[in-house]
């Protein structure tokens, strides 16, 4: 069974940066495709970044490309997502996702997941 717990949501000022973390109880003999969503209110959940949790490859949303960093750790089995330069627009719940699978899609949609988090909130003021 798969578990994903997030942590390190908060509140910070634009330009400001969070560290989010997702500790992954997964199957250490399988591949994952591991991803970051978020939900702002109102609005749709949409994909942010994902990455293959051998660490190869990553792909990211136009909106957070050269700002948000995500990284696996294997060793600890933690998903991360560096944000630097947040913006008010960054205001959402955070999700981490998985998948079992051997590759990533570049296309971070979130039909393709079938592993979800709680949600860390994440809020950023002007």
């Known amino acids: 069974q798969v578990q994903l717990v997030e942590s390190g949501g908060g509140s910070v000022q634009a330009g400001g940066s969070l560290r989010l973390s997702c500790a992954a109880s997964i199957d250490a003999y399988r591949s994952y495709c591991m991803g970051w969503f978020r939900q702002a209110p109102g609005k749709e959940r949409e994909g942010v970044a994902n990455?293959?949790?051998?660490?190869?490859?990553?792909s990211y949303t136009d909106s957070v490309k050269g700002r948000f960093t995500i990284s696996y750790d294997n060793a600890k089995n933690t998903l991360w997502l560096q944000m630097n330069g947040l913006k008010p627009e960054d205001t959402a719940i955070y999700y981490c996702?998985?998948?079992?699978?051997?590759?990533?899609?570049?296309?971070?949609?979130?039909?393709?997941?079938?592993?979800w988090g709680q949600g860390t909130q994440v809020a950023v003021s002007s």
């Open positions: 990455i293959h949790t051998p660490g190869r490859g990553t």
């Open positions: 996702a998985a998948a079992p699978r051997d590759y990533c899609y570049t296309a971070i949609v979130q039909s393709d997941f079938a592993y």
